[in-house]
T-cell receptor, first 112, second 114 residues
């Protein structure tokens, strides 16, 4: 079974600074997808960024980018120019076949 | 453009009661999922369906049942509610088996069993 591990239960960052959230996963698959989801206090699950395993280029979406290290099975999220609205739980997720497997989450607090 | 709709948003059940959480999607997605999220934790898969008439167990299926009679609807049934089922429940859907599209989630149902 695939597992996804987020080793940082909580993190904080000053507004406008950069923060990196870590994620590692375990899989024997060669083709899969990785995601970062944001969950604000409203509980809504919001897709932040996605990465296809067969693509070597790291995905970028505006202030959000990933560092995908396939051999190390690592998938970290970098948030640049942090904003107060980035305060939320962040979940790393792995998808292969029918299922999406989530990590335990990292609670990010952006401080003014 | 409703996406995935879950009802109710909140519910309090007494131990031993039963209820059905409703989930409907209007995107013609083949795959639908039920997850539960315990406080401060990630989401765990309860059941999923790859199409009408087909369902399968996820990681934590005990105490739950599902059915998929139509493409749009995927209700989750709790029989004999227990305090351990206090959680937030999310329904999600996706069109294809795999893909970079991500899943569409409902807004969740917060269930408390007392």
């Amino acid at each position: 079974a695939q597992t996804v591990t987020q080793s940082q239960p909580e993190m904080s960052v000053q507004e406008a600074e950069t923060v990196t959230l870590s994620c590692t996963y375990d899989t024997s698959e060669s083709n899969y997808y990785l995601f970062w989801y944001k969950q604000p206090p409203s509980r809504q699950m919001i897709l932040v960024i996605r990465q296809e395993a067969y693509k070597q280029q790291n995905a970028t979406e505006n202030r959000f980018s990933v560092n995908f290290q396939k051999a190390a099975k690592s998938f970290s999220l970098k948030i640049s120019d942090s904003q107060l609205g980035d305060t939320a739980m962040y979940f790393c997720a792995y998808n292969a076949g029918n299922m999406l497997t989530f990590g335990g989450g990292t609670r990010l607090m952006v401080k003014p | 453009n409703a996406g995935v709709t879950q009802t109710p948003k909140f519910r309090i059940l007494k131990i031993g009661q039963s209820m059905t959480l409703q989930c409907t999607q209007d995107m013609n997605h083949n795959y639908m999922y039920w997850y539960r999220q315990d406080p401060g934790m990630g989401l765990k898969l309860i059941y999923y369906s790859v199409g009408a008439g087909i369902t399968d167990k996820g990681e934590v299926p005990n105490g739950y049942n599902v059915s998929r009679s139509t493409t749009e609807d995927f209700p989750l049934r709790l029989e004999l509610a227990a305090p351990s089922q206090t959680s937030v429940y999310f329904c999600a859907s996706i069109r294809a088996r795999t893909g970079p599209y991500g899943y569409t989630f409902g807004s969740g149902t917060r269930l408390t069993v007392v």
